[in-house]
């Protein structure tokens, strides 16, 4: 069973796992609007890694005997002053997830649920690739920067992702 402490907290977290991917959709139709349509489809898998990453808390809360609870999620922004800057908001938006996912470590620990800290070192892991990812792409577009056919380039080559599911399953 899972303390009722991990458990709102874990459920928090889902919610925040769709709230982020959420963003990342919003952020799609901001550059389908304006016919980027690479860095659309690049968001859109973004979504697509957000909501496995919702799933998985889902999951796990319900494999371990608690209540998973899906509670109202705030809207996300719809507009952006520049495509570097949606991603700079991307950048910023992991840097707090990741220290989400900290404090949720530190409540495992202080919890004593061995499991609950196995099971988040995954996010661990995780949040220092979803970080340098979307750094990756804020240092391509600045590369870009006064250039619109590097730019179209650049959106050809980055709607290339694929969404693929991690290994290590829901
Ligand atoms: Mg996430």
Do not use: C
Not at 56 to 85: C, M
Not at 133 to 139: A, K, P, R, S, T
């Amino acid at each position: 069973m899972l303390s009722k402490k991990i458990e709102d907290a874990f459920n928090d977290q889902m919610i925040f796992e769709m709230y982020s991917a959420n963003i990342y959709l919003s952020m799609a139709t901001y550059f389908d609007a304006q016919n980027l349509t690479g860095l659309a489809s690049w968001m859109k898998v973004q979504y697509q890694e957000e909501m496995f990453h919702a799933t998985k808390f889902y999951n796990y809360i319900n494999e371990r005997g608690g209540r998973v609870i899906i509670a109202a999620l705030d809207a996300p922004a719809t507009d952006w002053a520049s495509p570097l800057a949606a991603f700079e908001n991307a950048l910023a938006h992991e840097q707090i997830v990741t220290a989400r996912i900290g404090k949720l470590v530190d409540l495992a620990i202080e919890e004593k649920d061995h499991a609950s800290q196995n099971f988040l070192q995954w996010y661990v892991a995780e949040q220092v690739e979803e970080e340098s990812n979307v750094d990756g792409v804020i240092q391509q577009i600045k590369l870009t920067e006064g250039n619109p056919g590097a730019l179209m380039m650049l959106d050809r080559e980055l709607g290339q992702r694929v969404f693929t599911p991690p290994a290590e399953g829901a």
